[in-house]
Antibody, heavy 117, light 110 residues
Framework: QVQLVESGGGVVQPGGSLRLSCAASGFTFSSNGMHWVRQAPGKGLEWVTFIRYDGSHQLYADSVRGRFTFSRDNSKNTLYLQMNSLRPEDTAVYYC??????????WGQGTLVTVSS | QSVLTQPPSASGTPGQRVTISCSGSNSNIGSNAVNWYQQFPRAAPKLLIHSEDQRPSGVPDRFSGSQSGTSASLAISGLQSEDEADYYCAVWDDTQTGWVFGGGTKLTVL
């Protein structure tokens, strides 16, 4: 079965950096685009970024463009989200998700990022 | 302020049919298929409906989706207590070149 496991969350000061990882299994990882979606405490869902199956193309939400970088290592079935210049409004649970049917088909359990001094 | 508009809450009694609306624009719902997600407290979201009206394996046929023009709806028939959750619509937006979500609807089973 599809399994996505995020890691790397934690507490960071404003202006700091953090790198999230997402380990994938149970499907053909190298054939599918992947996403990060976040959810601020008590708030709704917000799409953050997408990466093409081969890592050749990424899309970013306006709120993170220029600060976040999405990459993948298909040899390790792992995604990486490098987050720089973090702001308090980036505080959220970050979920990685697969795209198989032109939707966010499967989700990980999420990892909490807290940006606070 | 979300790009897609959903009512913040909805409710119904067991056995009833409830619908949750999702309103957008020509650049999103008017041009692309809507997906719906279900989220229980302290859990990750789960895909409920994709490609406007398709149910992933394991999703009961009590759940159905539809869309027309710049609006979409999620219908739940034969409401059950375990359907109490938050529901989100999402769709690709051609103008924003990204995915957009509705603000979510909290469904209460009375």
């Amino acid at each position: 079965q599809v399994q996505l496991v995020e890691s790397g969350g934690g507490v960071v000061q404003p202006g700091g950096s953090l790198r999230l990882s997402c380990a994938a299994s149970g499907f053909t990882f190298s054939s599918n685009g992947m996403h990060w979606v976040r959810q601020a405490p008590g708030k709704g869902l917000e799409w953050v970024t997408f990466i093409r199956y081969d890592g050749s193309h990424q899309l970013y939400a306006d709120s993170v463009r220029g600060r976040f970088t999405f990459s993948r290592d298909n040899s390790k079935n792992t995604l990486y989200l490098q987050m720089n210049s973090l702001r308090p409004e980036d505080t959220a649970v970050y979920y990685c998700a697969t795209e198989i049917t032109r939707a966010f088909d499967y989700w990980g359990q999420g990892t909490l990022v807290t940006v606070s001094s | 302020q979300s790009v897609l508009t959903q009512p913040p809450s909805a409710s119904g009694t067991p056995g009833q049919r409830v619908t949750i609306s999702c309103s957008g624009s020509n650049s999103n719902i008017g041009s692309n298929a809507v997906n719906w997600y279900q989220q229980f407290p302290r859990a990750a979201p789960k895909l409920l409906i994709h490609s406007e009206d398709q149910r992933p394996s394991g999703v009961p046929d009590r759940f159905s989706g539809s869309q027309s023009g710049t609006s979409a709806s999620l219908a739940i028939s034969g409401l059950q207590s375990e359907d109490e959750a938050d529901y989100y619509c999402a769709v690709w937006d051609d103008t924003q070149t990204g995915w957009v979500f509705g603000g979510g609807t909290k469904l209460t089973v009375l």
